[in-house]
Each structure stands twice: as structure tokens, then as C-alpha cells.
């Protein structure tokens, strides 16, 4: 039976820090959305061509968390960086916005 009762009494607490985690949740997408939208709209002027070969490489350096670093995605951040695109702008970043393209 108390089992029971504590389980209940999780039940109707739980929401009100589901919530608060959920709203937590979505103010950190919605600064990462931002950061990943503004740095690749930076990059947009950048012919596609060079860019697209190195996906998969960005996809898996993100998510590697920058552990696997392809020679495609080495490639386009090399070019990226010679084109002047996005100063001081980390890899992740650079990686992140080729994704979001």
C-alpha cells in the first residue's frame, strides 16, 4: 500500500518537473537553432559543390562530438576558412551549418 501511495504521490508531482524540463529542453534547441541557422546562412553564398561532398563527414564529426574528423569535411572547412566564411567560427559550428544546408 505504500508502495502504492508513493507512486501515486510521484505521478502528481512529476508533471510540474516533466514541464519544467521539457521548457528547459526547448530553450536550448531554440539557442542551438539559432546558432546552427545563422552560421549557415553565412555559409550560403558558398557554391554547394564543395560543400556537399563533406555531409556524412559533418554528420558523423557531430555526432562523434568532433572524435571523427573525414578528409571530405577537413576539405570543406579548409575551404571554408580560405573563403573567409564565418571568422572564428569552431569546426562544430562550421560542420553543424553544412549539415543544416
Known amino acids: 500500500m505504500r508502495r502504492l501511495i508513493l507512486l501515486c504521490s510521484l505521478l502528481i508531482t512529476t508533471p510540474t518537473f516533466a514541464s519544467s524540463f521539457v521548457a528547459t529542453l526547448d530553450q536550448i534547441g531554440d539557442a542551438l537553432s ?6 549557415s546562412d553565412l555559409i550560403s553564398s558558398v557554391t ?6 563533406a555531409r556524412s ?7 562523434s562530438q568532433g572524435e571523427i574528423r573525414g578528409a571530405r ?21 562550421l560542420a553543424e551549418a553544412i549539415l543544416a544546408r
Open 73 to 93: 569535411l577537413e576539405a570543406a572547412l579548409r575551404y571554408l576558412r580560405e573563403e573567409g566564411v564565418q571568422p572564428g567560427a569552431s569546426d562544430m559550428q
Open 57 to 63: 563527414d559533418a554528420a558523423s564529426f557531430v555526432a
Open 48 to 53: 554547394d559543390s564543395k560543400l556537399v561532398p
Open 34 to 39: 539559432a546558432t546552427v541557422d545563422g552560421t
